[in-house]
T-cell receptor, first 114, second 112 residues
Framework: AQSVTQPDIHITVSEGASLELRCNYSYGATPYLFWYVQSPGQGLQLLLK??????LVQGIKGFEAEFKRSQSSFNLRKPSVHWSDAAEYFC????????????FGTGTRLLVSP | DSGVTQTPKHLITATGQRVTLRCSPR?????VYWYQQSLDQGLQFLIQ???????AKGNILERFSAQQFPDLHSELNLSSLELGDSALYFCASSVRGQGEAFFGQGTRLTVV
């Protein structure tokens, strides 16, 4: 069964500093990988996705993620964090065939300090 | 705005009652997913419909049911509500049966 692990529950980063959020997945076939962001009281917004091809994918709001099959990881990065990036971030995995739900990690709450 | 519309945004009801949550998917999306988000369980997949047919089921309680109508909107029915059913319920939609899903703003259900 597929699963996602986000080992960091909370992360605090200074504004302007770089960010890396970790995500490890378990999936028996070719995974589709996603990062979503949820601001308080809001729905989940898709930041970026990986289906195939280039293992470094660019998303919205200056985020990028790198797929490393050997490490079963899909870490999210941003070179310079803004206060508005404070939110909860979810990594998700899904399949590429048939009817597949997305399985989410437990999320990482990002706090941005001035 | 994801294009997925959920109503109502907030719902407060008493234990033992029944409620219906509604979801309109993005235009052109055939698949609808329902998720429950709570503090202790995180984001849990409940059920998926594709073009009117149930296609995948998660940890959905027997007291809960859903359907997708010919116009592709979906409803999630929650009955015999318990305090523990208080949560944020999300609907998401996708074009196909898999891949990226776009989420609505959610319905916050409070059972008192």
């Amino acid at each position: 069964a597929q699963s996602v692990t986000q080992p960091d529950i909370h992360i605090t980063v200074s504004e302007g500093a770089s960010l890396e959020l970790r995500c490890n997945y378990s999936y028996g076939a070719t995974p589709y990988l996603f990062w979503y962001v949820q601001s308080p009281g809001q729905g989940l917004q898709l930041l970026l996705k990986y289906f195939s091809g280039d293992t470094l994918v660019q998303g919205i709001k200056g985020f990028e993620a790198e797929f490393k099959r050997s490490q079963s990881s899909f870490n999210l990065r941003k070179p310079s964090v803004h206060w508005s990036d404070a939110a909860e971030y979810f990594c998700a995995v899904g399949g590429d065939t048939g009817f597949q739900k997305l399985v989410f990690g437990t999320g990482t709450r990002l706090l941005v300090s001035p | 705005d994801s294009g997925v519309t959920q109503t109502p945004k907030h719902l407060i009801t008493a234990t033992g009652q029944r409620v219906t949550l509604r979801c309109s998917p993005r235009s052109g999306d055939l698949s609808v997913y329902w998720y429950q988000q709570s503090l202790d369980q995180g984001l849990q997949f409940l059920i998926q419909y594709y073009n009117g047919e149930e296609r995948a089921k998660g940890n959905i309680l027997e007291r809960f049911s859903a359907q997708q109508f010919p116009d592709l909107h979906s409803e999630l029915n929650l009955s015999s509500l318990e305090l523990g059913d208080s949560a944020l319920y999300f609907c998401a939609s996708s074009v196909r049966g898999q891949g990226e899903a776009f989420f609505g703003q959610g319905t916050r259900l409070t059972v008192v």
